[in-house]
Structures are given as structure tokens and as C-alpha cells.
């Protein structure tokens, strides 16, 4: 579906969200009607059009940051993953979002407010005039089959869009494609049941089998995922449960995927992408609006082949974290952080000079596939340089983010043409690596702490395959990865299962969102910003209030509502 998805819709449909009476009264020049598009085609377009949100880019290419599906910065850069990066003036507002200290004027709030707005609005709109078609006479109607896979898109489409916004500001307005035109729908209900009953009547709407060259649909697993993913936020973990075992048992075994796959352009949409997000460059004729442009900042700087611009930079505490001890196994207590390896950060001119890489520090082998370092290879890019790559170092630290970018031999077709920071790489939502963490976090929480061992130590069975990274023919570290012997008590799992979703899933938008859900984000970021602010200032004296776990909503859109949109608690 890289083409098909990306189709530009040349008509707007009055819709729930912007009507205008002037609009119902004259039949503005260029648009169509609604009865014309009240036909099979039509409908296939409003569907196809509810799926070119999903990569948050709507009238050009620059500036949906917020809304990138990646969630790099309200899942990553307000976590204890990411900095922000890049130089202290550039998109200040994004430094808010690192400090916790956000107005309801920052621009990534409203852009992603607009973005998921935006994709729900057309979803309403594919709803509605399948609903007209198939309830008026003639022959122009769906099979009850295809009626029902578009249904059950849409609404998968829409439960999307939704879960997006709930979890970002909690308080959010549920508008569907039977709200009255003109009405202006209050936040003051939890949405969440209604997120819910949408993907419940996907799964029960679509199949396994997705139609030839149209990896990107969704189809029953991406429903059940989705829909385990948000009992999981519920804590109805045995409802969960079911759905992330019902995908498990359907799929290959997580072990013999190649964990760099997720993270190459030519081998995405594998086995293991649930839920993902295509991305599409270089023959689309869009000039990169279809790519990857929520992501467009976060490549290196300086003298890298892609030198632009420098934002999303791994943490120290992050990079610590892919330590492991003489079994190979993560220091869950904590002492990840004794001797921290902070790489070249702080050293003298002539110090960098003289730099060596500590080949036996005992790592992880994700790291290499989730942050560069100097010293080590960057993709094909050659090895890392240091400073030369990055834009501040002072500001955002001596890492580089790696999943997001791809190879400089894929430049050519993997990149928009004048802009080769706006990549074809597809983003996975949800994948089954996170399915398998999902249902461990499930096993823990039901009692079954055999099958949790059994899941994470799949994941680290997996890990322990990649092949070791090498320098002048020689690892860069001493790579090991061992398997749990047991999890002792539910405490233990619970702690190994959740540092295992971290080093697994890092970078990939969801760090902040698990803190919270978990009900750990005040301890967790506090002790992370004792840690970090020992070498960023603007970290220092951070502390998480109840509020910080979500963000406030845009002020335009109170002001437009006259009083009928509250704000998020606490702001």
C-alpha cells in the first residue's frame, strides 16, 4: 500500500468537526458533494485518506513533530530515554516537553491535537457515507464482507487516533460520525470504553489476510493488538492477555526474527510488524510528504552524511543502561548507573585527541542497533566521530539515535528527493517483540510467572543472536546476553519485564507512556534527573507532579469551545 495509501483526496466532506453553515448553503467551486461520493469508490477513498494521517503530516512536509507516529518526543524526549538534542534555541518549545514544563500554547500540543483530530475526522467521514451507501437502494452497495472490513478499518483507524490523544491529555472530546453537525462535545468522560467497543467490533470484523501488495491495512491482528494494548492501560489484564496470546500463537517464533530488520527499509513489513505505519519517498511524486517526516530532525549533524539536524539524542542513563553483568543479565538494582560510561562528554580537546574505546565493557547488543557512540560504527555511515556528528554536545549529550535512520547505500531510494533526512522507513506501532512484553507484563500480573520467564527470555534469546559489532575486525565490546534462570517472586518478573521493555523497545515512543501507566514516572524521572543533571544544568531541580503525567490541551481549542472543553488536571 506504499502508493495506494498516500492517494490525495480532492474533496472535503462536511464533517462533525468543521462545518460552516455558508458551506451547507453554497456548493463551493472544485469540491465534491456528498451524494458523489456516496459510491463504492468514494468510500474506498475516504478509507484510504483516514490512512494518510497516520503518518501525522497533512499541507506540507515540516513541522508535525508532536504528531510524529513515532512519539519520539512526548514518548522518548519526556522520558529518561531521550534529550531533546540539537542547540538550546532551536524549537524551544520541545525543551518544555523534556522539562515537564509545558503552557498550553506549545505549539507540539496543538499539532498533535490537529493531526489525530484531523485522521478521526476522516474515519467519521469514511463511516458515515458507507452507512448512506449501505443503507439507500440500487446496486451500488458493498458485499456484507467488504462493508464490514471497511467498518472495521475505520474504526481501528479511529481507536488509533483517539488512544494518541487520551494518553497525551487525558480529557478528550468523543465525536463520531453520528455526532450533530455544529456541536461542540464536552471532555468531561472517560473515552477510554469507547476506544474499546471500536476495537471490538474489528476484531470481529476483519480477517488474517491482508489484499496482495497492501501490507500497511489493518487487519484482525492489528485489532486484537491494539485492543490488548489498551486493556493493558486498563489493568484488564486477563482480557489482554487472550488478545496478545491469540497473536503469539498465530505468528512465528519472535527467536528466529532478525532483530535489525525492524530497523532496515529492506526487509520492514516483516512477521514481526503488527501495527505500523508505511512510509513512502522518492516515487510518490509528493516530494517526502508521504516519508517519514515526523522524524526528519533526528539525524546527526555536523560532517555525517546526513547532516540534519542534530534533535533526539539518547540519554546517558539510557546508553548505561545496556550494561549487563557477568551473566550477561541487566542490573536491575539500580548500579547500571556506578562508573557511568558517559563516552567522550567532558573531556579536553587534547583528551579526545588520545580517546580509546573500552572494548570490554560488558553491553548489551541492542545498543549498537539503538544509539551511535564514538568509536563504533554507525549503520555503513562509517565509525562515529564524536563531536563532528553532533550538533551540541554540551546540550544534548555524546549519543546518537540509530533507528530512525538507514543506510547511506539506500540513500537513493530511500530518501525524498533535496531532503535526505525524510526517509521511506516505515515506523512499526506496535510489534511483536512488544506483544511478547506485553503478554509477560500480563503473565506477572495474573499470577503466571513461568510463562513471563518463558516471554522475556524469548526476547533475550533473540538479542543474544545479533551479530557482535566490529572495529578494525575486532567487537567494541564485550557483548553478552543470558537468560533469566527464574523469576523468583512477582516483584523480580515485574522489575525484569519492564527493564526489558526498555532496552528492547528504546526510542521507539513508548517509555513515557509505560512510566505512567505503571505508576512509576515521579520516582522514576526524579531519580533520573538527579542522575542526568549532574551533566546538563537544565536538568537539575526537576520534580514530577501528579499533573506531569500528562500535558495540557491546546488553548485554542478552550477558547473555541466557549467553556465547553476543560482543561487537563492540574493546569
Aim: hydrophobic share 35%.
Amino acid at each position: 500500500m506504499k502508493h495506494l495509501k498516500y492517494i490525495f483526496l480532492s474533496f472535503i466532506i462536511c464533517s462533525t468537526l468543521s462545518c460552516k453553515k455558508s458551506f451547507l448553503t453554497v456548493q463551493p467551486q472544485g469540491e465534491l458533494t456528498e451524494p458523489q461520493i456516496t459510491t463504492q469508490d468514494g468510500v474506498e477513498g475516504l478509507l484510504i485518506g483516514a490512512y494518510g494521517l497516520l503518518n501525522g503530516n497533512v499541507n506540507g512536509t515540516w513541522g508535525n513533530y508532536g504528531a510524529a507516529p513515532s512519539q519520539w518526543l512526548f514518548g522518548e524526549v519526556a522520558s529518561d530515554n531521550a534529550h531533546k538534542g540539537s542547540s538550546n534555541g532551536d524549537q524551544p518549545f520541545m525543551n518544555a516537553i523534556e522539562r515537564h514544563a509545558p503552557t498550553s500554547t506549545n505549539d507540539n500540543l496543538a499539532n498533535l491535537w490537529d493531526r489525530c483530530f484531523e485522521g478521526i475526522q476522516r474515519c467519521n467521514n469514511t463511516l458515515k457515507i458507507l452507512a448512506s451507501l449501505q443503507g439507500g437502494a440500487g446496486t451500488a452497495k458493498f458485499t456484507d464482507a467488504r462493508a464490514k472490513e471497511i467498518e472495521g478499518e475505520a474504526k481501528v483507524l479511529r481507536a488509533h487516533y483517539y488512544f494518541f490523544l487520551v494518553r497525551v491529555f487525558k480529557v478528550v472530546p468523543y465525536v463520531t460520525e453520528t455526532t450533530t453537525s455544529g456541536t461542540i462535545v464536552p471532555n468531561d468522560k472517560d473515552i477510554y470504553p469507547n476506544i474499546i467497543a471500536d476495537l471490538q467490533t474489528a476484531v470481529a470484523n476483519l480477517g488474517t489476510t491482508k489484499p496482495k501488495g497492501q501490507k500497511a491495512r489493518m487487519d484482525k491482528f492489528a485489532a486484537q493488538a491494539y485492543l490488548g494494548k489498551v486493556f493493558l492501560y486498563q489493568k484488564r489484564y486477563a482480557e489482554a492477555y487472550a488478545q496478545f496470546n491469540a497473536i503469539i500463537a498465530a505468528k512465528p517464533s519472535l527467536i528466529n526474527l532478525p532483530y535489525s530488520d525492524n530497523f532496515d527499509i529492506t526487509k520492514e513489513d516483516g512477521p514481526e510488524s503488527i501495527v505500523f505505519v508505511e512510509n513512502s519517498v522518492g516515487t510518490d511524486g509528493t516530494g517526502g510528504d508521504n516519508g517519514n517526516v515526523g522524524d526528519m530532525l533526528n539525524f546527526p549533524s555536523g560532517s555525517a552524511p546526513i547532516n540534519c539536524c542534530g534533535f533526539f539524542q539518547p540519554t546517558i542513563d539510557l546508553a548505561n543502561a545496556f550494561k549487563v553483568d557477568a551473566a550477561g543479565l541487566p542490573l536491575l538494582d539500580g548500579s547500571y548507573r556506578t562508573n557511568p560510561y558517559i563516552s567522550d562528554l567532558g573531556l579536553t580537546a587534547d583528551q579526545k585527541k588520545t580517546y580509546v574505546l573500552n572494548t570490554a565493557l560488558a553491553l548489551d547488543p541492542r545498543i549498537e542497533s539503538t544509539l551511535g557512540r564514538r568509536g563504533t560504527p554507525y549503520r555503513d555511515w562509517g565509525v562515529m566521530p564524536g563531536d563532528a556528528w553532533i550538533r551540541d554536545a554540551s546540550n544534548g549529550g555524546p549519543f546518537l539515535p540509530i533507528k530512525n535512520s538507514i543506510e547511506v547505500s539506500q540513500f537513493a531510494s530511500g530518501t525524498a528527493p533535496g531532503s535526505p533526512n525524510v526517509t521511506g522507513l516505515n515506523i512499526n506501532l506496535i510489534r511483536l517483540a512488544d506483544i511478547y512484553l506485553m503478554a509477560a507484563e500480563c503473565a506477572v500480573e495474573t499470577g503466571d510467572l513461568g510463562t513471563a520467564l518463558t516471554l522475556v527470555n524469548a526476547v533475550r534469546q533473540r538479542a543474544a543472536k545479533i551479530t557482535p559489532q566490529l572495529a578494525n575486525g575486532a567487537p567494541t565490546a564485550a557483548y553478552k546476553v543470558g537468560l533469566y534462570p527464574s523469576f523468583p517472586s512477582a516483584d523480580y518478573a515485574r522489575n525484569a519485564v519492564r527493564f526489558e521493555r526498555r532496552l528492547e523497545l528504546a526510542l521507539e515512543g513508548h517509555r513515557f507512556f509505560d512510566l505512567v501507566r505503571w505508576g512509576v514516572a515521579k520516582t522514576t524521572l526524579e531519580s533520573y534527573f538527579n542522575f542526568e543533571g549532574k551533566y546538563f544544568d537544565y536538568l537539575k531541580n526537576i520534580s514530577i507532579k501528579p499533573r506531569d503525567e500528562y500535558w495540557p490541551l491546546p488553548q485554542d481549542q478552550i477558547d473555541r469551545s466557549k467553556g465547553q472543553l476543560v482543561q487537563s488536571p492540574g493546569y
